[in-house]
């Protein structure tokens, strides 16, 4: 997203991320990968991490553990000021869109911002030991446990969020940035508005490895080839263009250009070359 | 309560606390009097504020305020923390006073802090402008508006919390904290177990002037007179003595003692020298 609105100017650009990995921790719900984009968009993310604020201090989740609260998953003191306005306009109505739109202004963020929807979509990991929440599953327990099945919970009942199919319907481009095919298009209405497009996708995984966390392993651990081939494939015919890494195998028609995440002031160019190949 | 913890030992001591000034903010549940009595049995206590964590850091509540969220009410990073545990543990149903315990026991506190009543019972300030929250007129409007009338909401509903009575019945001494008597004693069954006993008070007012905040001035607009003998006279006949700095006047059989609010390193003596006098 970063390089995308880099290259083609924030105010061109609508993310919309994933929230099947939310949840509530410590009383306050937190969205992770809408943070993620958040705090990149805002140059406020510990891009070394690539997650949280950088120069982050950690003495309210310290003090929480000391007093026997949960703290398994990490929170900085910034990320919990953001997390504490959110979760307070949630409890006031307001619907997880509108917050989101709201946090970004608050930023100076000027992609357009959204959750895919505003119902408790949640991904649910399955393993031997039964199913688990996707961030107890990822974080908690360090993806240790091997994925035998994902089920959305919620799914059926999700509608997508203000804008969204609007954004969708209306872009000259769709790119589904690197991201893991099991997550995130779950939400009815999303998937059939995407397929009415020209749809292109950058593979999340450079050779057999990703950029980031267990896509890999969890590919193959649900009998799916772990390369960006098998991406491809699991993406199906929604899919029109397909982004690899230089070298890398792809599907038939599969364009190569430089996707490896990069630091903040070359991502305009990366960007640059994305929208030369896609457009 | 440090005073006399330090010169009868944690163990011999339960302290009951007012909870009329509790608020949410921010979404978490605040005990401002729990907590600075907490924290100073804790040895957390900012002493030279009087109130929150020594040493603290506000980057919570800077995120909060450059996100448009409620940054009236000073919370530091820790305290923050312990609002959020307490919070999720009210949320899963258990009363203040069991979530009282536990934090006290988590912190190493030996005294026993119990909160009046786990009832919401909230002192209302009226003003010419309305009635306001007590820390919306304290803190948010820095006790600047005249003092009309005081309102208990929820008082008529409440009920002690599990121990409080017993604690009070079964005391060899009882002890009024220096304090402020329009925000004190609200719970039905507080008041009259009280009256069975022998109860004594520590003036909250040296001279004319409160340890801390706005009493002096409250009581002249509600039409008392500030000083000693007009808070011995709002306590009335629940007072059998009343305690007061060294050639203030009280009222008859008032006993002399240095009240002043110390140092850490001298509350001990100063205990001492209350139970002296007291038993």
Known sequence: VDSLARAAGPEAITAIGNVGDDLEVLGVHVSPDLDTVLYTLAELLDEERGWGVRDETYNALGMARELGGASWFTLGDRD????LVRTSWLREGLPLSEATLRLAEALDVRVRLLPA???PLRTKIQTKDGE???QEWFVARAHRDEVTGIRYDGAEAARAAPGVLEAIE???LVVIAPSNPFVS???PGIRETLAAKRVSAVSPLVGEKAFRGPLAE???SLGHEPSPAGIAALYGDLLDVFVVAPGDQGPVGAVECEIDMVAPDRRAEVGRKLLEALL
Chains 1, 2 share one sequence.
């Open 170 to 172: 209306a872009a000259e």
């Open 185 to 187: 298009i779950a939400v």
């Open 80 to 83: 919990i000021g953001l997390h």
């Open 132 to 134: 688990l929440d996707f």
């Open 218 to 220: 969890m590919m193959a």
């Open 117 to 119: 929807t505003d119902q």
